[in-house]
């Protein structure tokens, strides 16, 4: 069976066999390049997942005001008129964008406040996007890296509102790349992470179309690789799919990045509280960031899937992690494989679709 159609933990172990590192796998380590990942859910996995958690773990979960803020929006039945009720939908639009940029600022003030604490040889530096600091928290380590991401696009989207106004909604779910994550209103991130998954399954049954033979094949090249991440992760838009190609240094503005943020938040993750303390958006997010798709599954099954990542890629030596990263995310997740070892010796199942 082909590397790429094995369930995660099954290719993950395959690797460690002694298969030497493909080129393929090499492009995604940070030092030539960056760094992958995947994971998978056996059915060999009897122990019921963890609970939910109680209580929001603060060293796990980054603050409320990284995500958006709740949207609140009239009932057309509450309205006496059309007019009314587009006048009050409008202004719910601009109330939830105003407090979005709100949570940027707000968002910002607590990192300037964390760096101030933080001793000046162990802060970090977008020259080393790897580097964890050690007095950072998994909730810091996010909070950095989305006040990167929403001040980015905090210039162009202000011109938007101001331009456009409560308008502005009816634009921004055509242009996610330009929006903070603080002001994409539900339908826009629901949206999003669909187009997401539909994107990651047409690009790996491209790959396994052209790569029967798995994804530690010589012939899988260091740039096809790297363009299949950037497509599997959504990181590159739509356009250079239809175009047919990528353009120059997308991996190092967009996949190097991410990778550097996935190596630390796993590590991260698992120091403090393992995904049972996540909140449930906060579990939703980590996965769709991982190319897990979350699109109508339950948050125990997220919360187990998650867990698997962590399992797989967990290893004291760096290259070793990397490897495997690099491999699982080069991998379609199989939910409930069954393998000729779980099958008790017969047969081994052909794992469909």
């Known amino acids: 069976m082909s590397c790429s159609r094995m369930a995660w933990r099954q290719c993950a172990l395959h690797g460690r066999s002694g298969l030497p590192l493909s080129p393929l796998l090499a492009a995604l380590q940070p030092g030539a390049a960056v760094t992958g990942r995947r994971l998978a859910h056996n059915d060999a996995r009897k122990s019921s997942p963890p609970a939910p958690p109680r209580s929001s773990n603060p060293l796990i979960n980054p603050p409320a005001s990284t995500r958006p803020p709740p949207l609140t929006v009239p009932q057309r039945s509450t309205a006496e008129s059309t007019f009314q009720y587009l006048f009050q939908l409008g202004k719910g639009y601009l109330r939830f964008y105003k407090d979005g940029l709100k949570g940027v600022w707000a968002n910002r003030n607590l990192l300037r406040e964390k760096l101030a604490r933080t001793p000046a040889d162990d802060r970090p530096s977008i020259w080393r996007p790897y580097y964890v600091p050690r007095t950072f928290s998994r909730a810091d380590w996010v909070l950095l890296w989305r006040v990167r991401h929403d001040l980015l696009r905090l210039p162009l989207f202000g011109l938007m509102l101001i331009v456009i106004g409560e308008f502005t909604a009816l634009v921004v779910i055509y242009v996610d790349g330009v929006v903070p994550y603080t002001c994409r209103i539900p339908k826009q991130i629901a949206t999003g992470l669909q187009k997401a998954e539909e994107r990651r399954r047409t690009a ?18 260091p740039g096809l690789a790297r363009n299949h991440v950037l497509r599997s992760l959504h990181l590159a838009g739509t356009m250079w799919d239809r175009l047919g190609f990528m353009p120059p240094g997308m991996w190092q503005v967009k996949g190097r990045l991410r990778m550097a943020f996935l190596e630390g938040d796993d590590r991260n993750l698992i120091e403090d509280g393992g995904p049972s303390q996540l909140e449930p958006e906060e579990l939703r997010i980590a996965c769709a960031e991982r190319g897990i798709d979350v699109v109508g599954k339950s948050e125990t099954e997220l919360r187990g899937v998650l867990g ?27 939910a409930n494989p069954v393998s ?14």
């Open 308 to 334: 698997d990542w962590l399992r797989l890629t967990a290893a004291e030596d760096l290259t070793e992690r990397r490897r495997r990263m690099a491999t699982l995310l080069l991998t379609r997740y199989v």
């Open 340 to 353: 000729e070892a779980d099958s008790g010796g017969g047969k081994a199942t052909r794992i469909p679709g």
């Open 204 to 221: 790996f049954d491209e790959l396994e179309a052209r790569f029967p033979h798995g994804v530690l094949s010589p012939r899988v090249t």
